[in-house]
């Protein structure tokens, strides 16, 4: 069994200001894992993923995220918030390809100028 | 790029009325996830269906049911609607060949169902 756990429901971040939403899971298998971004009445793309290899991943719009294993974690970071980044984000996990994805409960994020 | 197309992207219903959702995945895809969103709430997965069997199931009212008919496209069929199922549908789908299983899952647009 999966379970996702975001630690802030909104997050408020100035305009070229550091961009930082924490994603925590709990998987008994190696997991696969998830940033999906929904905008406003859309449907959720996929900004990016682990699977394996380097922890380290870059996404679309200049984010990217950390797998760390030790501290069951894959928070998202983007040095420097855009506008356009105003958005609802969630993380998800899976245990294999072909398997159901299970979300976190998403982060809101507001972007001030 | 095609992406998933779902139909209708809007749905106004009464209660006890019954739906259907469509969902058409990715060319090549033959894996495909349904997913609840109501207001406000993350995501919760349905069922899911490879190569036209259910391989999976979630918090699926015994109200709904759904299949992935030989084109790969899938049906969510909701009977006896109820004021609780007004949310957004989400379908997604994946290629699951076992030669080329891949684990990310593309979303459709989602079709918004209001039941009054």
């Known amino acids: 069994a999966q379970s996702v756990t975001q630690l802030g429901s909104h997050v408020s971040v100035s305009e070229g200001a550091l961009v930082l939403l924490r994603c925590n899971y709990s998987?008994?298998?190696?997991?696969?894992l998830f940033w999906y971004v929904q905008y406003p009445n859309q449907g959720l793309q996929l900004l990016l993923k682990?699977?394996?290899?380097?922890?380290l991943v870059k996404g679309i719009n200049g984010f990217e995220a950390e797998f760390k294993k030790s501290e069951t974690s894959f928070h998202l970071t983007k040095p420097s918030a855009h506008m356009s980044d105003a958005a609802e984000y969630f993380c998800?996990?899976?245990?294999?390809?072909?398997?159901?994805?299970?979300f976190g409960g998403g982060t809101r994020v507001l972007v001030k100028p | 790029a095609a992406g998933v197309i779902q139909s209708p992207r809007h749905l106004i219903k009464e209660k006890r009325e019954t739906a259907t959702l469509k969902c058409y995945p990715i060319?090549?895809?033959?894996?495909v996830y349904w997913y609840q969103q109501g207001p406000g709430q993350d995501p919760q997965f349905l069922i899911s269906?490879?190569?036209?069997?259910?391989?999976d199931k979630g918090s699926i009212p015994d109200r709904f049911s759904a299949q992935q008919f030989s084109d790969y496209h899938s049906e969510l069929n909701m009977s006896s609607l109820e004021l609780g199922d007004s949310a957004l549908y989400f379908c997604?789908?994946?290629?699951?060949?076992?030669?080329?299983?891949?684990?990310?899952?593309?979303f459709g647009p989602g079709t918004r169902l209001l039941v009054l």
């Open positions: 998987s008994s298998v190696p997991p696969y």
């Open positions: 998800a996990v899976s245990g294999a390809a072909g398997n159901k994805l299970t």
């Open positions: 269906f490879y190569e036209k069997m259910q391989s």
């Open positions: 060319p090549r895809h033959d894996t």
């Open positions: 997604a789908s994946s290629p699951g060949l076992a030669a080329y299983k891949e684990e990310t899952q593309y």
């Open positions: 682990y699977t394996t290899g380097a922890t």
